[in-house]
Antibody
Framework: EVQLVESGGGLVQPGGSLRLSCIAS????????MTWVRQAPGKGLEWVAN????????YYVESVKGRFTISRDNAKNSLYLQINSLRAEDTALYYC?????????WGQGTVVTVSS | DIEMTQSPDSLAVSLGERATINCKST????????????LAWYQQKPGQPPKLLIY???TRHSGVPDRFSGSGSGTDFTLTVSSLQAEDVAVYYC?????????FGPGTKVDVK
């Protein structure tokens, strides 16, 4: 079964950090781009970042540049998002997705809440 | 960045009737070299991740019922549900993948009247 499972979310104070993880199964992870998309409570979808097959290309939405870092470990079929200097506006459900420029497989997401 | 807008914000349609959602981009997302529109549609039901419905503006993703269709080109696009079923109640998003940052429309909520 093709599957993506995120983890690592939680409650963090403003300025804090978290590392989100996404484990892929059921497809050849190392041959696909991967993406993170977030959704603030009751709001729409926002693309956050993506990474190419070998991790040599990474792209970010402007609002997270310098604070978020996307990475991957193909040996572990894993995608990561290191999120630093967290702000209240980063509070959201974070999804990982397989990236064909469109997103055909999504995980269930992991919740990040930034609050003091 | 390419901004995406959608209309209406919400609509209520009787079962079996047609639902039409519009999406506009602030610049053309038609790539001239391959004549493809870099536009996708997603469906999101409450408590679930989005599901890809349509890409290249009009190509249905595997397993998507044929009552869902996409049309349009350049900057103006439409998602049509030809005969609304109860399971189609959801929020629908368009997304451009012409250039990064990839951007989504704000969503259109579809309910049964």
């Amino acid at each position: 079964e093709v599957q993506l499972v995120e983890s690592g979310g939680g409650l963090v104070q403003p300025g804090g950090s978290l590392r989100l993880s996404c484990i892929a199964s059921g497809f050849t992870f190392r041959t696909y781009w991967m993406t993170w998309v977030r959704q603030a409570p009751g709001k729409g979808l926002e693309w956050v970042a993506n990474i190419n097959e070998d991790g040599s290309e990474k792209y970010y939405v402007e609002s997270v540049k310098g604070r978020f870092t996307i990475s991957r470990d193909n040996a572990k079929n894993s995608l990561y998002l290191q999120i630093n200097s967290l702000r209240a506006e980063d509070t959201a459900l974070y999804y990982c997705a397989r990236d064909l420029r469109v997103f055909d497989i999504w995980g269930q997401g992991t919740v990040v809440t930034v609050s003091s | 960045d390419i901004e995406m807008t959608q209309s209406p914000d919400s609509l209520a349609v009787s079962l079996g009737e047609r639902a039409t959602i519009n999406c506009k981009s602030t610049q053309s997302i038609l790539y001239s070299s391959n004549n493809k529109n870099y536009l996708a549609w997603y469906q999101q039901k409450p408590g679930q991740p989005p599901k890809l419905l349509i890409y290249w503006a009009s190509t249905r993703h595997s397993g998507v019922p044929d009552r869902f269709s996409g049309s349009g080109s350049g900057t103006d696009f439409t998602l049509t549900v030809s005969s609304l079923q109860a399971e189609d109640v959801a929020v629908y998003y368009c997304q451009q993948y012409y250039s990064t940052p990839f951007t989504f429309g704000p969503g259109t909520k579809v309910d049964v009247k």
